[in-house]
């Protein structure tokens, strides 16, 4: 297939159009580079640099596109809280013309970057698709408003159009060969701070909280590996290419392993395997944290076939360690 991956030269869009190179696919890349990088781009992909909306009819008027992956987005929690224009255009009004374009040109396909952040405070763990989405930032909110218009467009295009949102738990690890991994200029992740701490890039790391109601007091997330989401959007593809969307077109996935790891386990599993101490110190909690977020993956695994291969926290933290250091190594 030929397929467009928007955001393809950040971190989840970077592993998932090489993920599609490796199978087999054209791929073109559509990156306005504002918070991606060029060499992030898989060689063997055609770049596109430009916001997508702008470029949407020019990169799929050419015709012959299969489907799009839609990476492309704002994805910071606390500065979609100081700008939310940003977020609600970024987001939400680039998407709804993109899904335009691809009703324009007649591009049967669509699998969307959404998140965990759409639910907000579970009152239920793990978290089913079915669960309420009360999200409670302007981030998962804008992501929320995009599965909506999704969901509608899909409904009303019948056979000619199907969708798959991927809500995303907490992406971490790195693609080996090439190397891809997490690049952001304002890192925020727990993952990639703590091994700056081991990498000397930072003093210590501090724990958002410790009075959470969890066996450690830390809060709890679902660590999934990157290059096991990338597939998921392979899968979701297969799925829409067989013609087997859900009833109205548009299927909503939660795409974590299903098992928590506490601040704690995770600062733990980086001095294990970086034979660091990392220091750490309780901060105040974060505005908008949930205590807990662990997805249940039951319907990516009924629906799509998915099945993570390196659920392993300290594998994921290993791969992420490589990928730091050889960054750090130039
Ligand atoms: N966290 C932390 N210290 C940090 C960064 C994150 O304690 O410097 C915590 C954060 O409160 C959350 C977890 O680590 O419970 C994962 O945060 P991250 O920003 O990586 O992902 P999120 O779950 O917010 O999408």
Known sequence: MTLVVTGGAGYVGSVCAQHLLDAGHDVVV???????????????????????????????????????????????????????????????????????????????????????????????????????TRPTNTYGATKLAVDHAIGTYAAASGRAFGAVSLRYFNVAGAHAAPTLGERH????????????????????????????????????????????????HLLALDLLARGEAPEGGHLVCNLGNGTGFSVLEVIEACRRVTGHPIPARVAPRRTGDPGVLVASSARARDELGWKPAHTDLDRIVADAWDFARSRAAG
Do not use: M
Not at 100 to 121: I, K, M, N, W
Not at 198 to 227: M, N
């Open 185 to 232: 200029t304002v890192e925020t992740h727990l993952i990639p701070l703590v091994l700056q701490v081991a990498l000397g890039q930072r003093d210590e790391i501090a724990i958002f909280g410790d009075d959470w109601p969890t066996a450690d007091g830390t809060c709890v997330r679902d660590y999934i590996h990157v290059d096991d989401l990338a597939e998921a």
């Open 30 to 132: 559509v990156d306005d580079l504002s918070t991606g990088h060029e060499d992030a781009v898989p060689s063997g992909a055609r770049l596109v640099v430009g916001d997508v909306a702008e470029v949407a009819d020019e990169v799929l008027g050419a015709g012959g596109v299969d489907g799009v992956i839609h990476c492309a987005a704002r994805s910071l929690v606390g500065e979609s809280a100081e700008k939310p224009a940003k977020y609600w255009h970024g987001n939400v009004v680039t998407t709804i013309r993109l899904l335009d374009a691809l009703r324009r040109h007649e591009v049967p396909r669509l699998v969307f970057s959404s998140t965990a952040a759409t639910y907000g405070e579970p009152e239920t763990s793990p978290i089913t698709e079915d669960a309420p």
